[in-house]
C-alpha cells in the first residue's frame, strides 16, 4: 500500500514552454501533497505544501506564480513549471500523507520522481 | 528552523565491512524520522522510519537508531555489499519534512 505515481517520469522541454507533473496517491487519500526540487548531488528541499481545496502554500524564494500548484482532488496534484528556463532543470519529486493515518504520524510517501530537462 | 546534518558526505568502503552513517539535527521536536536511499537520477526508497518515541528499528542488515534529546540518529549497515552503493538521506518530521544533505557511499568489490 500506500504508493505514490508521479508523470510523467521525464521530460524534455523548450525554453519559454509550460511544463505540467502529475503527482498521484494510488490506493489512498491525501489531504496533503508536497513538492520537492532536487539539483545534482544535492538535497531535497521543499518548495510548496499543496492543500485538497485550497491554495498551496509556498516556501521562501519559491515563485508562486512560476510553479503552479492545484491540488483538486484527494488523489491527485499538479505543479506546473511555467515558462521554463534552462535554470529549472531538475528533478521533481512528491509527496503524499495518508490521510486516514495509515503509517506512522506524520509519514510522507514519495513519488518516484519527474526529471525536467530544460533545453 | 531545523537543521540536518549528515556526517561523513562521502564513504568508501571494501565489500563486507560494517559501516555506520551518521545524522544530526538541530531541533528535538520531530514526529518522526526516516532513512532513506536514493540511487543516481532515481526517486526516493525508504530504508527505515523510527517514530519519536522509538529508539531503534532493525530490518536486514540495517539498523537505525534515534537519541532524539541529543539530536542525533545513526543507520548501521552490516556487511556491506556492492549493491549497497548509493546515497543515503536522513529526514526527520516536524511541522514538515526536513531532509539531510546525504552520504554517498560506495562499496568496493
Known amino acids: 500500500g500506500a504508493v505514490v505515481s508521479q508523470h510523467p517520469s521525464w521530460v524534455i522541454c523548450k525554453s519559454g514552454t509550460s511544463v505540467k507533473i502529475e503527482c498521484r496517491s494510488l490506493?489512498?487519500?491525501?489531504?496533503?501533497m508536497f513538492w520537492y526540487r532536487q539539483f545534482p548531488k544535492q538535497s531535497l528541499m521543499l518548495m510548496a505544501t499543496?492543500?485538497?481545496?485550497?491554495?498551496?502554500?509556498?516556501e521562501q524564494g519559491v515563485e508562486k506564480d512560476k510553479f503552479l500548484i492545484n491540488h483538486a482532488s484527494l488523489t491527485l496534484s499538479t505543479l506546473t513549471v511555467t515558462s521554463a528556463h534552462p535554470e529549472d532543470s531538475s528533478f521533481y519529486i512528491c509527496s503524499a500523507r495518508d490521510r486516514s493515518g495509515g503509517g506512522a504520524y506524520n509519514e510522507q510517501f514519495f513519488g518516484p520522481g519527474t526529471r525536467l530537462t530544460v533545453l | 528552523k531545523q537543521e540536518v546534518t549528515q556526517i561523513p558526505a562521502a564513504l568508501s568502503v571494501p565489500e563486507g565491512e560494517n559501516l555506520v552513517l551518521n545524522c544530526s539535527f538541530t531541533?528535538?521536536?520531530?514526529?518522526?524520522l526516516q532513512w532513506f536511499r536514493q540511487d543516481p537520477g532515481k526517486g526516493l526508497t525508504s530504508l527505515l522510519l523510527i517514530q519519536s518515541s522509538q529508539r531503534e528499528q532493525t530490518s536486514g542488515r540495517l539498523n537505525a537508531s534515534l537519541d532524539k534529546s541529543s539530536g542525533r540518529s545513526t543507520l548501521y549497515i552490516a556487511a556491506s555489499q556492492p549493491g549497497d552503493s548509493a546515497t543515503y538521506l536522513c529526514?526527520?518530521?516536524?511541522?514538515?519534512?526536513?531532509f539531510g544533505t546525504g552520504t554517498s557511499l560506495t562499496v568496493i568489490p
Open positions: 499543496s492543500n485538497e481545496g485550497s491554495k498551496a502554500t509556498y
Open positions: 490506493d489512498f487519500q491525501a489531504t496533503t
Open positions: 531541533d528535538s521536536a520531530i514526529y518522526n
Open positions: 529526514a526527520v518530521s516536524g511541522n514538515q519534512f526536513y
